[in-house]
């Protein structure tokens, strides 16, 4: 069985700075079947090469974006990156297959903990309406819409479960399948 | 009262030059012939301020000696050595040939054949001060024709000690000459190995003796010590002073106190070059010239004319490019200080008549004065030519581009590239060859021309052009455009590289709205590279940077700000301290609020 191949668009601003994601990063950033792009270090002026992006987008099976949840949403370079390499012709419209059965999943770290991202909770909103706007490119692109991972709870994480977090994401792109997740 | 008169003679040099030099390059005359003017306003025959110009122009002979040191620090042995062919191959067959032929005319004149050898000598020599402070007037340097004639002046200033050698031979009396023979020479040998030697292994630990003093003037006074000390040296066993101080500069060219000679020789040389350009203008004999002005007039333009062919010769046989040949050959077409000398120095020993000699001097000083007239003239009427393989034309064409790029140096260069890849337009306009023709090869048009020249900037088009690039070398040159452009088309907009911080502002209060230093933008690159190897994130570092170059840009504008030097001094020191203090501070406010959960 071939094994699914994974491109992990990493948006960190100040990874040096960066206590849970880089953890994260750390525990996939080794699968031989992923490929890490850390954007900001990419790209530090917003410059996106956009054909090596589509370029890449083509050679892999599952997109991942992993970053933190900045007001809500991805961290501002993840927004460019989807407006230059989303392109109409290649991502959406009518012609724009290049990325139709591929899979998409994100990758995120919250502050606050999940009960919060409730109606009746200090965020109002839950956290798939949060990332309906996610959802919907994926949708728009023919792409399939993973769960996404979450880690809430950030502001006081306690290491056991960071470590078993790290682990479990491991081992979800270690043995990921794009047959049986459909 | 003998005092009281040097001072008056210091006071009318001075005023003659404050006088006569910012006229003359107002004019567009240079500098050059300003100081020359100078001279025969306050000389004998027309003010009649000074008589006696003769003991001045000894005196002032030292300009030339501390130019020579000056150019000889710039020049490390490795580049003289690289030199050597054209030195030897221009050089040799410049002067054989000017003396030649100009002996030649003098026998078929009637002269002896020993006054006939003297003036061919004495006249094929062309002035070192006229053609460099020329050069370095315009620029000209680093360009064909510059680097030829530098070489043709460097062989002239060794030529000049064989010249003396065989004077005192041609003696028509036979009385003039006690020849030193093996011994002149062989005490030559001995100074030259002595300076070889001084240069090399005493000089560098006494410089740090001297620095360690950490006393400006006292640093200035042995520059001073050294330059006169050769000059004393060479003159006792008969060589040329200049040619003695050209070598330890050389030899000092690769110290590291180059720059603090440099700096301190630098004041010295100007101010007595211009002094002796003044005693030239003075020995000017109107005498000589107003009772056999034919004669006179005859023989500086056929002096002129027959070395500048000969020039023009050695220029196509070496390949210059054509649109240089004629700017080179005219140049070195003046007799030079040296021939004052050797004229002199064969009166004495009777190898030339006082008549003569005294012809050929006013010869001389008259061809000097022509020498910035007639480039005046080609830099006007025969220069602005496009290269273009080997057919010159005679105009820079109006290509009605909104652009123009004064100077293809690196900045030019990179600037056209970038603005071609967009299709846009531009004119590009420089006076060195070389870079045009380099740029040819690579698709881009370049004209040949004097870019600080506003009759070519107007017949380029700049009147419709909406921008001017200025990337020129000369900073004053940048400055000096910049400011009549902004006065006579208000409209365009100056793009303008700048040296440093100083020259920006100096371009900034002659117009250019946002000059760009040439360094920053590279220096805060490998800065921004230096954080990020030290383990900021690649858009961390990018903010740091972006951060820093809008205080220093605050800065800039601060000091632009800043009505006086003091003002200057004291408002750079607060805006810096300021902003490095809220550097440090905005690096702990990340570091503090950066979210522990990210």
């Given at each position: 069985m071939n094994m699914p191949k994974i491109l992990l668009l990493f948006a960190h601003p100040h990874p040096r700075k960066s206590k849970l994601n880089k953890r994260l990063l750390q525990a996939v950033a080794d699968l031989e079947n992923v490929t890490v792009k850390q954007l900001y270090e990419l790209y530090p002026d917003f410059q996106i090469d956009v054909e090596k992006e589509q370029q890449a987008l083509l050679e892999h099976d599952l997109i991942i974006f992993q970053h933190p949840l900045y007001w809500y949403s991805s961290p501002a370079i993840l927004k460019e990156w989807q407006d230059c390499v989303l392109e109409h012709g290649f991502a959406y419209?009518?012609?724009?297959?290049?990325?139709?059965g591929k899979h998409f999943l994100s990758v995120i770290t919250a502050g606050s903990e999940r009960t919060s991202y409730d109606p009746i909770g200090r965020n109002q909103f839950t956290m798939e309406q949060m990332l309906a706007p996610f959802e919907q490119t994926a949708g728009l692109c023919h792409m399939v819409w993973q769960p996404p991972r979450i880690l809430y709870g950030g502001f006081n994480i306690d290491k056991e479960t960071l470590d078993q977090h790290c682990q479990s994401y491991r081992e979800h792109l270690q043995n990921y399948t794009l047959e049986t997740e459909q | 009262m003998e005092e009281h008169s040097l001072l008056l003679s210091v006071f009318i040099y001075l005023s003659a030059a404050i006088v006569a030099v910012p006229v003359a390059k107002k004019l567009g005359l240079g500098a050059v012939l300003g100081y020359l003017i100078a001279g025969i306003l306050i000389g004998p025959w027309v003010m009649g301020l000074i008589n006696e110009a003769s003991h001045v122009m000894h005196f002032a002979e030292f300009g030339v000696v501390m130019l020579l040191f000056l150019i000889g620090l710039e020049l490390n042995p490795s580049k003289l050595w690289e030199m050597r062919k054209p030195i030897i191959g221009q050089g040799g067959l410049q002067v054989l040939l000017s003396a030649v032929i100009i002996a030649a005319v003098a026998l078929a004149l009637g002269l002896r054949w020993e006054y006939a050898v003297v003036a061919g000598m004495s006249l094929a020599l062309s002035s070192t001060a006229i053609v460099l402070q020329i050069m370095d007037e315009k620029n000209l340097l680093p360009t064909p024709s510059g680097q030829s004639g530098f070489s043709i002046l460097l062989f002239q200033d060794i030529a000049v000690i064989p010249m003396l050698a065989i004077l005192p031979i041609l003696s028509v009396t036979g009385s003039g000459g006690e020849s030193e023979g093996i011994m002149g020479v062989l005490k030559a040998l001995v100074a030259l190995a002595l300076i070889y030697f001084s240069g090399r292994y005493l000089l560098p630990p006494v410089f740090r003796y001297i620095a360690a003093t950490r006393m400006r003037e006292v640093f200035t006074a042995f520059a001073l010590l050294l330059v006169v000390g050769i000059a004393v040296l060479m003159d006792a066993v008969g060589l040329s002073m200049a040619l003695g101080t050209f070598m330890v500069g050389v030899l000092l060219s690769e110290s590291e106190y180059r720059h603090e000679l440099e700096t301190n020789i630098e004041p010295f040389k100007g101010l007595l070059l211009g002094l002796f350009f003044i005693s030239v203008g003075m020995t000017v004999n109107f005498g000589l010239l107003i009772n056999q002005p034919l004669l006179i007039l005859g023989l500086v333009v056929g002096l002129v004319f027959a070395k500048g062919l000969i020039l023009y010769l050695i220029a196509v046989k070496s390949g210059m490019p054509s649109a240089e040949r004629l700017r080179f050959s005219v140049l070195l077409s003046q007799g030079g200080e040296f021939a004052f000398v050797l004229l002199s120095t064969a009166t004495t020993v009777t190898a030339i008549d006082t008549e003569i000699s005294g012809i050929l001097t006013v010869v001389v000083a008259l061809s000097m004065l022509t020498t910035p007239l007639l480039m005046l003239l080609v830099e006007r009427y025969f220069t602005p030519a496009v290269i273009d393989g080997e057919k010159p034309e005679m105009d820079v064409p109006n290509e009605h581009n909104e652009v123009i790029i004064a100077g293809f140096g690196r900045v030019g260069q990179i600037v056209a590239r970038m603005i071609g890849a967009r299709n846009i337009g531009a004119t590009i306009l420089d006076h060195n060859p070389e870079h045009i023709e380099r740029i040819a090869k690579f698709g881009f048009k370049a004209y040949y021309g004097d870019a600080t020249r506003m009759d070519l900037l107007e017949t380029a088009g700049i009147a419709e052009a909406k921008i001017l690039v200025i990337a020129l070398d000369g900073n004053d040159q940048a400055v000096e455009l910049a400011h009549e452009v902004t006065r006579k088309y208000p409209h365009i907009k100056i793009l303008s590289r700048a040296w440093d911080v100083v020259h920006a502002i100096e371009l900034m209060k002659a117009g250019v709205e946002m000059p760009q230093r040439e360094t920053m933008y590279s220096s805060l690159k490998i800065a921004e590279d230096i954080l990020t190897h030290m383990g900021y994130g690649a858009y961390e570092a990018r903010q740091v940077t972006a951060k820093f170059e809008r205080h220093d840009l605050e800065i800039l504008h601060g000091l632009y700000h800043a009505e006086t030097l003091e003002d200057r001094i004291s408002i750079g020191r607060d805006l810096r301290g300021k902003f490095e203090a809220q550097m440090k501070s905005d690096s702990e406010y990340r570091e503090k609020t950066e979210p522990d959960w990210s």
């Open positions: 419209g009518e012609t724009g297959t290049a990325l139709a | -």
